[in-house]
């Protein structure tokens, strides 16, 4: 039995993250999940998030998603978006605009899914700024 699980976060444009972890926390479309090394095998859906990976050293890494998948096999977890950013690369001020920015659009009434997606990826992306700042 292994005591460490390998992390994958991909997104359209690459890898986001990966590396060895102790644990993560995602939040799926039916609640938080946490994962350590030898969970049993998983797929669900994920919703904006802010995923928390805690790495062997003992950092922990926040990654803002958008919606897409977690899968869970043999010590492995890949957390799958369209939109994944680490919470280290992440302006809060800048975030914090672009949400405010998508909520004035929503406030108006344009609720198309471009609207939507903003939203909710400004959305993670404060989370994740957020939590980033508060572990620091």
Same mark, same amino acid.
């Given at each position: 039995?292994?005591?460490?699980?390998?992390?994958?976060?991909?997104?359209?444009?690459?890898?986001?993250?990966?590396?060895?972890?102790?644990?993560?926390?995602?939040?799926?479309?039916? $609640?938080? +999940?946490?994962?350590?090394? =030898?969970?049993?095998?998983? &797929?669900?859906?994920?919703?904006?998030? #802010? @995923? !928390?990976?805690?790495?062997?050293?003992?950092?922990?890494?926040?990654?803002?998603?958008?919606? $897409?998948? +977690?899968?869970?096999?043999? =010590?492995?977890?890949?957390? &799958?978006?369209?939109?994944?950013?680490? #919470? @280290? !690369?992440?302006?809060?001020?800048?975030?914090?605009?672009?949400?405010?920015?998508?909520?004035?659009?929503?406030?108006?009434?344009?609720?198309?899914?471009?609207?939507?997606?903003?939203?909710?990826?400004?959305? #993670?992306?404060?989370?994740?700024?957020?939590?980033?700042?508060?572990?620091?």
């Amino acid at each position: 039995m292994s005591d460490t699980i390998r992390v994958e976060v991909v997104s359209a444009t690459g890898i986001a993250w990966e590396g060895e972890a102790l644990s993560v926390i995602a939040r799926t479309t039916e $609640g938080d +999940i946490g994962i350590l090394p =030898n969970h049993e095998p998983f &797929l669900a859906g994920l919703v904006p998030c #802010a @995923a !928390e990976v805690l790495t062997v050293d003992g950092r922990r890494e926040i990654v803002a998603l958008d919606t $897409g998948l +977690i899968s869970v096999a043999d =010590n492995r977890v890949a957390l &799958l978006s369209q939109f994944a950013r680490v #919470a @280290a !690369e992440i302006d809060l001020n800048a975030a914090e605009h672009e949400l405010a920015a998508a909520e004035k659009r929503l406030n108006a009434g344009e609720t198309d899914e471009e609207t939507m997606q903003h939203f909710r990826r400004a959305q #993670a992306q404060v989370k994740a700024a957020r939590l980033a700042g508060e572990k620091a």
